[in-house]
């Protein structure tokens, strides 16, 4: 017997799923070129961007001009590793956009202060710290 004729069962599904490798490879990559896939991708990379510009002047506060500025090299940086072509004007408006959503989400969901926290709705407890029952309940 030959060799090859022996092997030939595991060398097809070695080619097979190789092949299938390479088609799923290029199918990603031909969906990642359209125009609608790149415009959810720039919004997706511009608010990872933010909040990662945010984290890093938490502290200090330089403005928002050298915040975008910071933003827009994060946002070309992580364009250039991912094969993208960036785009500066769409970089620009997407970062302004998820500023917005980053400022409305801070204004609408603010804890309430701990001061407007009615404390006579706590429970009783006892000295062991487990809850004693006030009253009784009616029959």
């Known amino acids: 017997m030959n060799i090859f004729t022996t092997m030939q069962p595991e060398l097809v599904s070695i ?26 991708l720039f919004d997706e990379l511009a608010q990872v961007a933010t909040q990662a510009v945010e ?10 001009a050298l915040k975008k500025q910071a933003a827009m090299q994060t946002i070309a940086a992580m364009s250039h590793e991912l094969g993208l072509k960036f785009n500066e004007r769409h970089a620009s408006a997407a970062i302004e956009s998820a500023v917005y ?39």
């Open 15 to 40: 080619v097979v799923a190789g092949a299938v490798g390479v088609v799923a490879y290029l199918y990603q990559r031909a969906i990642q070129g359209l125009p609608t896939n790149l415009q959810k």
């Open 101 to 139: 959503n980053m400022n409305l989400y801070q204004h609408y969901y603010q804890p309430a202060p701990t001061s407007s926290l009615d404390s006579s709705i706590l429970p009783a407890s006892g000295p062991t710290g487990v809850g004693v029952v006030t009253s009784t309940p009616e029959k």
């Open 55 to 64: 984290q890093t002047y938490a502290a200090s506060n330089p403005g928002g």
